[in-house]
C-alpha cells in the first residue's frame, strides 16, 4: 500500500485532480499468472509565486493502508529541513501540507520534497511519497538592456534599409511564459548638431533589436550622431519597460573634390591679411625697376581695404583696413594694378597697365544684437498708471533674427516687457520715495537674445517727474494764546508740511476766510511757516478758527485746517493761568499763608451759609397755613423772594429734582407757577449767543418781580414778563436753548403732586384755575369736584 493524493479545493483552483494511478502489466510465466506492486504517480502541485495568501494550503496526504491505530505525517526536503528552510510545512494529523512564506520563482523555481506516515512510535507505515512543487512565473521582473549604452556608426548618404546596429535586453521572468517576450522601440531621436535633421532617419525591429535607417538624407557635413533614445517591454510590449541609449555615428566618405579656396574674410574684424598677389618682372631683382608698387584701382568705394608689398617676395599682401558688414555688402570685387616703384622707361613697350580682379567673399558671424541707445532714457511722471508703454522698438538684430526679450534687473517690480516685441510697460504704479531711486531716477537692465543664443543687455534710465498728489498738512492744530494782545505770546505759529517734494511742495501760502478776518488775522513768517493772531482783545474761552492752506505745485492743491485756539491770561512767562491764579494774580506779592487764609474764610463762610438756608426752609415748611391756597403760606416773607442761584443748569421741564418751582421760564414753555420768573437777561454774558435782530447793549426793560395779590390776575403778571422777554435786545432768540439756574432743593412749594398735601382734596376749591386762561385749562379739569 502507499500514500495516496487528496483533492484540496482552494480559492483559486483544485489540486491532485488529475492523479493517475498507474497498474502494472501482468505478465505471463510458464507457471501462470504473476501480480506486480503498484504505486501512485503523483502529479507535480503549482504554486503562483509571489503570493500574499500565507499560510497557503496547497495539498493534503492520506494513507490508504487500513488501521487501528494514529498516524502521524512528515515532511523532508528542500523548503522544510533544508535550505531554504521553513518554506513548507506539514499537519502531522491530517496531512495537510502549507506554504508559509511567498515564493520566489527567479530563486527556486521548483521543489522535491517527502512525505512519511509514521506510527506513534516512529515506524514507517508506508513507503515515502516524493512531492514535487513547482512554482509558477508572475511578470515581477522589468527587462534590462545589456548595455548602458550602444555605439553604432552608419555612412553617410546611405539608403533607406541599411542595417546599422542591433541591440539586446534581458529578462529574469520565465523565458517560457509571455512575461519575457519582450519588444523593442525608438521613443526619440536627438541630432548632433541640434536639431540638424529633424525627420525620423532610423527604425527598429521590435523583435529582435536590429536598428536600420528608414530616410535619406545623411550627410556628415550637416549631422555628426545621433543619439537615439530606446524602450524594451515584455509581454509583447504591454507589460514592463526599461530604457535605454544608443549612439550612432555618421561616417565620412569620399565625396568631395579638392577646390581652391575663395578670398574669404569674416564681418567685423580688421587688419589683417586676407591673401596676398603674385607679379613677375624681369628687371634686375631688388631694383627700384624690379619692385612693385600695387594699387587699389575699383571695387572699394569705403577705403576698406589696403594692398602693401612685401619687399623680399615682391608679393602684392591684402589686407581689410576696416570692419565689415555682411549684412550690408557680401561680397566685393577689387580691381588690382601693379606698376614699378621707378618710372617705365620710354623704351619700353607701350603695353597696358597689368591688374587682376580679386573676388572677397564676406563671411556672415551671428552678431549679437543691438539697443538703439544705451542706456534706455524715459521720462514719465511719477503717477503714470498700470498698463501704459513707456518704450517701444529698443533694440534689433544685425541679422535679422528673432528676438527674446526680459528684464533681469527690477527691484521694485515695477516694470513689464513683451519677450517678442521688447515693449516696456509699467506693472505697478511708481512710489517716488522707493529707495531704490537716486535723484528721481530709477534704474534697471534689460537683456536681448537672439536665435543662436547671443545677447546683450543695456541699462534703463527712468526719470520720474514729480507729481502733485498731496495737498499739505498743517501743524499744530491746536494751541494756546494770551489775552494780553501786547504779549509775544499772544500768537499761535503755524507750519505747513507736504509728502510731495518740490516744486509740488513749499512756499506754502496761508489764508483765512472772510468771516473770520474780522478778528483773527494770519501773517506769513517764511515759506512753511505763518503767524496766527487775534486782531482785537479777545475774551478767554475757545475757539475754533478756519486756515486755508495751499502748495505751490502744478496744479495747486489745498486744504482746510480747523485750529482750536485757547485764549487765556497769562503769567509772566507767557503761560496760560487758571481762573483762581487770574484772580488771585492781581495783588502783587501775596504770599502762600494769606492765600490758604483767604481759601479757608471762604469755605467757612460758604458752610455758614448752606447752614443757614437749610434751617429757615425747615423752620418754613412747618408753618404751612391749611386752607389758604396752593402757594401762600404764613411766613411773611415771600418765597419768590428767597431763590438761590448757584449757577448750576438744570434739565429742563422734566427734571424734577430741581425744577419743580423755582425754574428760569422760557417764555415758549408752559406757564410757570407764580414767583418762580426769572428774566434770562440775567444769564452771565459770553455764555450765550447774541440777537442779530436787535442792537447789542441796549437797556433792558424792566420785568414783573411780584406777582398780584389776586390769583385770578396770574395771567397778566405772566404776559406782561412774555412781554417784557419779548422786548429785551440782551436775551437769546426764541429758538435758542436757554439756561436755567439750579435754585436749590427743599423749596415750601413743594411739587405739583404735593400741592397742599397736609389737606384733602375736599378742603380746597379748585375754581379759580378755571380764571388762569386756557395754559391752565388742563390742570382745572383734573380737579374738577364734579
Same mark, same amino acid.
Given at each position: 500500500?502507499?500514500?495516496?493524493?487528496?483533492?484540496?479545493?482552494?480559492?483559486?483552483?483544485?489540486?491532485?485532480?488529475?492523479?493517475?494511478?498507474?497498474?502494472?502489466?501482468?505478465?505471463?510465466?510458464?507457471?501462470?499468472?504473476?501480480?506486480?506492486?503498484?504505486?501512485?504517480?503523483?502529479?507535480?502541485?503549482?504554486?503562483?509565486?509571489?503570493?500574499?495568501?500565507?499560510?497557503?494550503?496547497?495539498?493534503?496526504?492520506?494513507?490508504?493502508?487500513?488501521?487501528?491505530?494514529?498516524?502521524?505525517?512528515?515532511?523532508?526536503?528542500?523548503?522544510?529541513?533544508?535550505?531554504?528552510?521553513?518554506?513548507?510545512?506539514?499537519?502531522?494529523?491530517?496531512?495537510?501540507? +502549507?506554504?508559509?512564506?511567498?515564493?520566489?520563482?527567479?530563486?527556486?523555481?521548483?521543489?522535491?520534497?517527502?512525505?512519511?506516515?509514521?506510527?506513534?512510535?516512529?515506524?514507517?507505515?508506508?513507503?515515502?511519497?516524493?512531492?514535487?512543487?513547482?512554482?509558477?512565473?508572475?511578470?515581477?521582473?522589468?527587462?534590462?538592456?545589456?548595455?548602458?549604452?550602444?555605439?553604432?556608426?552608419?555612412?553617410?548618404?546611405?539608403?533607406?534599409?541599411?542595417?546599422?546596429? $542591433?541591440?539586446?535586453?534581458?529578462?529574469?521572468?520565465?523565458?517560457?511564459?509571455?512575461?519575457?517576450?519582450?519588444?523593442? $522601440?525608438?521613443?526619440?531621436?536627438?541630432?548632433?548638431?541640434?536639431?540638424?535633421?529633424?525627420?525620423?532617419?532610423?527604425?527598429?525591429?521590435?523583435?529582435?533589436?536590429?536598428?536600420?535607417?528608414?530616410?535619406?538624407?545623411?550627410?556628415?557635413?550637416?549631422?555628426?550622431?545621433?543619439?537615439?533614445?530606446?524602450?524594451?517591454?515584455?509581454?509583447?510590449?504591454?507589460?514592463?519597460?526599461?530604457?535605454?541609449?544608443?549612439?550612432?555615428?555618421?561616417?565620412?566618405?569620399?565625396?568631395?573634390?579638392?577646390?581652391?579656396?575663395?578670398?574669404?574674410?569674416?564681418?567685423?574684424?580688421?587688419?589683417?591679411?586676407?591673401?596676398?598677389?603674385?607679379?613677375?618682372?624681369?628687371?634686375?631683382?631688388?631694383?627700384?625697376?624690379?619692385?612693385?608698387?600695387?594699387?587699389?584701382?575699383?571695387?572699394?568705394?569705403?577705403?576698406?581695404?589696403?594692398?602693401?608689398?612685401?619687399?623680399?617676395?615682391?608679393?602684392?599682401?591684402?589686407?581689410?583696413?576696416?570692419?565689415?558688414?555682411?549684412?550690408?555688402?557680401?561680397?566685393?570685387?577689387?580691381?588690382?594694378?601693379?606698376?614699378?616703384?621707378?618710372?617705365?622707361?620710354?623704351?619700353?613697350?607701350?603695353?597696358?597697365?597689368?591688374?587682376?580682379?580679386?573676388?572677397?567673399?564676406?563671411?556672415?558671424?551671428?552678431?549679437?544684437?543691438?539697443?538703439?541707445?544705451?542706456?534706455?532714457?524715459?521720462?514719465?511722471?511719477?503717477?503714470?498708471?498700470?498698463?501704459?508703454?513707456?518704450?517701444?522698438?529698443?533694440?534689433?538684430?544685425?541679422?535679422? $533674427?528673432?528676438?527674446?526679450?526680459?528684464?533681469?534687473?527690477?527691484?521694485?517690480?515695477?516694470?513689464?516687457?513683451?519677450?517678442?516685441?521688447?515693449?516696456?510697460?509699467?506693472?505697478?504704479?511708481?512710489?517716488? +520715495?522707493?529707495?531704490?531711486?537716486?535723484?528721481?531716477?530709477?534704474?534697471?537692465?534689460?537683456?536681448?537674445?537672439?536665435?543662436?543664443?547671443?545677447?546683450?543687455?543695456?541699462?534703463?534710465?527712468?526719470?520720474?517727474?514729480?507729481?502733485?498728489?498731496?495737498?499739505?498738512?498743517?501743524?499744530?492744530?491746536?494751541?494756546?494764546?494770551?489775552?494780553?494782545?501786547? +504779549?509775544?505770546? $499772544?500768537?499761535?505759529?503755524?507750519?505747513?508740511?507736504?509728502?510731495?517734494?518740490?516744486?509740488?511742495?513749499?512756499?506754502?501760502?496761508?489764508?483765512?476766510?472772510?468771516?473770520?478776518?474780522?478778528?483773527?488775522?494770519?501773517?506769513?513768517?517764511?515759506?512753511?511757516?505763518?503767524?496766527?493772531?487775534?486782531?482785537?482783545?479777545?475774551?478767554?474761552?475757545?475757539?475754533?478758527?478756519?486756515?486755508?492752506?495751499?502748495?505751490?505745485?502744478?496744479?495747486?492743491?489745498?486744504?482746510?485746517?480747523?485750529?482750536?485756539?485757547?485764549?487765556?491770561?497769562?503769567?509772566?512767562?507767557?503761560?496760560?493761568?487758571?481762573?483762581?491764579?487770574?484772580?488771585?494774580?492781581?495783588?502783587?506779592?501775596?504770599?502762600?499763608?494769606?492765600?490758604?487764609?483767604?481759601?479757608?474764610?471762604?469755605?467757612?463762610?460758604?458752610?455758614?451759609?448752606?447752614?443757614?438756608?437749610?434751617?429757615?426752609?425747615?423752620?418754613?415748611?412747618?408753618?404751612?397755613?391749611?386752607?389758604?391756597?396752593?402757594?401762600?403760606?404764613?411766613?411773611?416773607?415771600?418765597?419768590?423772594?428767597?431763590?438761590?442761584?448757584?449757577?448750576?443748569?438744570?434739565?429742563?421741564?422734566?427734571?424734577?429734582?430741581?425744577?419743580?418751582?423755582?425754574?428760569?421760564?422760557?417764555?415758549?414753555?408752559?406757564?410757570?407757577?407764580?414767583?418762580?420768573?426769572?428774566?434770562?437777561?440775567?444769564?452771565?454774558?459770553?455764555?450765550?449767543?447774541?440777537?442779530?435782530?436787535?442792537?447789542?447793549?441796549?437797556?433792558?426793560?424792566?420785568?414783573?418781580?411780584?406777582?398780584?395779590?389776586?390769583?385770578?390776575?396770574?395771567?397778566?403778571?405772566?404776559?406782561?414778563?412774555?412781554?417784557?422777554?419779548?422786548?429785551?435786545?440782551?436775551?437769546?432768540?426764541?429758538?435758542?436753548?436757554?439756561?436755567?439756574?439750579?435754585?436749590?432743593?427743599?423749596?415750601?412749594?413743594?411739587?405739583?403732586?404735593?400741592?397742599?398735601?397736609?389737606?384733602?382734596?375736599?378742603?380746597?376749591?379748585?375754581?379759580?384755575?378755571?380764571?388762569?386762561?386756557?395754559?391752565?385749562?388742563?390742570?382745572?379739569?383734573?380737579?374738577?369736584?364734579?
Amino acid at each position: 500500500m502507499s500514500l495516496i493524493l487528496l483533492c484540496l479545493e482552494t480559492k483559486d483552483r483544485i489540486w491532485g485532480s488529475s492523479i493517475i494511478r498507474l497498474i502494472s502489466l501482468l505478465n505471463l510465466q510458464s507457471n501462470g499468472l504473476v501480480r506486480v506492486k503498484r504505486d501512485w504517480i503523483i502529479p507535480p502541485i503549482r504554486v503562483l509565486e509571489n503570493s500574499k495568501q500565507v499560510p497557503e494550503d496547497l495539498v493534503q496526504i492520506k494513507s490508504d493502508k487500513i488501521f487501528t491505530g494514529e498516524v502521524i505525517y512528515k515532511l523532508e526536503g528542500p523548503g522544510v529541513d533544508q535550505e531554504p528552510k521553513n518554506l513548507f510545512e506539514i499537519d502531522d494529523k491530517t496531512g495537510v501540507i +502549507r506554504s508559509k512564506q511567498p515564493l520566489d520563482r527567479e530563486k527556486y523555481s521548483s521543489f522535491t520534497l517527502k512525505a512519511f506516515a509514521l506510527s506513534p512510535s516512529g515506524e514507517r507505515l508506508e513507503n515515502p511519497t516524493t512531492i514535487e512543487i513547482v512554482v509558477l512565473d508572475q511578470n515581477d521582473n522589468r527587462p534590462t538592456f545589456t548595455q548602458n549604452q550602444f555605439i553604432g556608426a552608419v555612412s553617410e548618404f546611405s539608403v533607406p534599409g541599411t542595417s546599422v546596429m $542591433s541591440v539586446s535586453a534581458t529578462d529574469a521572468d520565465d523565458s517560457m511564459t509571455d512575461n519575457a517576450v519582450l519588444s523593442y $522601440s525608438i521613443i526619440g531621436q536627438e541630432s548632433i548638431p541640434a536639431n540638424a535633421v529633424t525627420k525620423t532617419m532610423f527604425g527598429i525591429n521590435n523583435q529582435t533589436g536590429a536598428i536600420y535607417t528608414r530616410d535619406v538624407g545623411l550627410d556628415r557635413e550637416v549631422v555628426k550622431s545621433f543619439r537615439l533614445k530606446l524602450q524594451v517591454a515584455d509581454m509583447s510590449g504591454m507589460g514592463l519597460t526599461s530604457e535605454g541609449v544608443a549612439i550612432i555615428h555618421v561616417s565620412d566618405i569620399n565625396n568631395h573634390a579638392p577646390q581652391f579656396n575663395p578670398n574669404m574674410v569674416m564681418e567685423n574684424k580688421k587688419d589683417y591679411e586676407i591673401g596676398r598677389v603674385n607679379v613677375t618682372d624681369r628687371d634686375d631683382r631688388g631694383t627700384g625697376n624690379w619692385r612693385a608698387k600695387y594699387s587699389i584701382a575699383k571695387g572699394d568705394p569705403h577705403g576698406s581695404f589696403a594692398i602693401s608689398t612685401d619687399n623680399v617676395t615682391n608679393q602684392g599682401i591684402l589686407t581689410v583696413v576696416k570692419p565689415l558688414d555682411y549684412e550690408a555688402q557680401p561680397e566685393y570685387n577689387l580691381i588690382l594694378t601693379v606698376e614699378n616703384l621707378n618710372a617705365l622707361s620710354n623704351k619700353a613697350p607701350n603695353n597696358p597697365v597689368s591688374s587682376a580682379t580679386v573676388v572677397i567673399t564676406v563671411g556672415n558671424e551671428n552678431e549679437a544684437p543691438r539697443f538703439r541707445e544705451d542706456p534706455i532714457r524715459i521720462v514719465v511722471p511719477e503717477s503714470v498708471v498700470p498698463g501704459t508703454v513707456l518704450k517701444r522698438n529698443i533694440a534689433y538684430d544685425p541679422d535679422y $533674427s528673432e528676438l527674446r526679450y526680459e528684464i533681469t534687473r527690477d527691484p521694485e517690480k515695477w516694470l513689464d516687457i513683451n519677450r517678442e516685441t521688447g515693449d516696456i510697460s509699467v506693472k505697478r504704479a511708481f512710489n517716488i +520715495r522707493s529707495p531704490h531711486i537716486r535723484n528721481n531716477i530709477y534704474n534697471a537692465i534689460v537683456k536681448v537674445t537672439d536665435a543662436g543664443g547671443v545677447s546683450s543687455s543695456a541699462s534703463l534710465a527712468i526719470t520720474l517727474k514729480e507729481t502733485n498728489d498731496f495737498p499739505p498738512q498743517l501743524f499744530p492744530l491746536s494751541g494756546t494764546v494770551c489775552r494780553e494782545a501786547e +504779549r509775544m505770546t $499772544s500768537e499761535l505759529i503755524l507750519t505747513a508740511v507736504d509728502e510731495d517734494r518740490p516744486p509740488h511742495a513749499e512756499p506754502f501760502t496761508f489764508e483765512l476766510p472772510d468771516d473770520l478776518s474780522i478778528n483773527w488775522t494770519i501773517i506769513q513768517v517764511n515759506e512753511t511757516h505763518a503767524v496766527l493772531q487775534p486782531l482785537v482783545e479777545m475774551e478767554a474761552g475757545e475757539y475754533t478758527v478756519t486756515v486755508l492752506v495751499s502748495d505751490s505745485g502744478s496744479p495747486t492743491l489745498s486744504a482746510y485746517a480747523q485750529v482750536n485756539v485757547t485764549v487765556c491770561p497769562c503769567d509772566s512767562f507767557g503761560d496760560c493761568k487758571s481762573d483762581a491764579a487770574a484772580i488771585l494774580g492781581s495783588s502783587v506779592g501775596i504770599s502762600l499763608i494769606a492765600l490758604i487764609i483767604i481759601m479757608a474764610s471762604i469755605a467757612l463762610l460758604l458752610l455758614l451759609l448752606l447752614l443757614a438756608v437749610a434751617v429757615s426752609t425747615c423752620r418754613r415748611r412747618h408753618h404751612i397755613k391749611k386752607g389758604t391756597g396752593l402757594l401762600v403760606g404764613e411766613s411773611e416773607d415771600d418765597i419768590r423772594d428767597n431763590v438761590l442761584n448757584y449757577d448750576e443748569q438744570g434739565g429742563g421741564e422734566e427734571d424734577e429734582n430741581a425744577f419743580n418751582i423755582d425754574l428760569l421760564w422760557n417764555p415758549h414753555d408752559a406757564p410757570p407757577t407764580p414767583g418762580s420768573f426769572c428774566p434770562v437777561s440775567s444769564i452771565p454774558r459770553g455764555k450765550q449767543p447774541l440777537r442779530r435782530d436787535a442792537p447789542h447793549n441796549l437797556p433792558s426793560p424792566t420785568y414783573p418781580r411780584r406777582p398780584p395779590a389776586d390769583p385770578t390776575d396770574i395771567e397778566d403778571y405772566i404776559n406782561d414778563g412774555l412781554e417784557a422777554a419779548d422786548q429785551d435786545p440782551n436775551v437769546p432768540p426764541y429758538d435758542t436753548a436757554l439756561i436755567y439756574d439750579y435754585e436749590g432743593e427743599g423749596s415750601l412749594a413743594g411739587s405739583l403732586s404735593s400741592i397742599a398735601s397736609g389737606s384733602s382734596d375736599g378742603d380746597q376749591d379748585y375754581d379759580y384755575l378755571n380764571d388762569w386762561g386756557p395754559r391752565f385749562k388742563k390742570l382745572a379739569n383734573m380737579y374738577d369736584p364734579r
